[in-house]
């Protein structure tokens, strides 16, 4: 019996390594748009916002409880981990997009999670057309991208206050300095 339920464990262990997500609520840009696009909302306020999220960390947490209480919908669009390695180089990212996916998708403050292969999320926001668009303050107002297609479609974009402190670059600089 030990035996079986060993290789029955293993074989979930497996498949979730095949690309199968583990949280329901992490889907593909056309069941986002199914389920939240701007027909599907009934008055409900879609929020997005994106990022790498490689090593979750108490200021990512802030950031998306700040963004979720915006809106009535939270989505979170991550990097893919060939984006992740274009934007921030190798040895990056140190969690595969599956992973990071899935932790985010764990969140009580998150609706639902994609991820985008490109380096940027123009074509999410531009596909999903959210009511607000969240962005960390360290982004300059003419660096934000999506915002011409947020504000075109009658949304607004919220600069999001950095939470000091935390940096998934400084606590991997820390633990590559032990």
Known sequence: MINYLYVSLKVDSDLRHQGEPLHPAVLSLDDIILRFGRKKRNGQRVVFTNGCFDLLHPGHIQS???????????IVGINSDASIKQLKGSGRPVLPA????EILASLES?????????PTPQRVIAALQPDILVKGGDWADDQIVGREE?????GKVVR??????YSTTDILKKIRGL
């Open 110 to 118: 998150v609706d639902a999670v994609l991820i985008f292969d490109e």
């Open 98 to 101: 599956h992973e990071r996916a």
């Open 150 to 154: 947020v504000e075109a479609a009658g």
């Open 64 to 74: 998306l409880e700040s963004a979720r209480s915006l809106g009535d919908v939270l």
């Open 160 to 165: 999001a206050d950095i939470v000091p402190g």
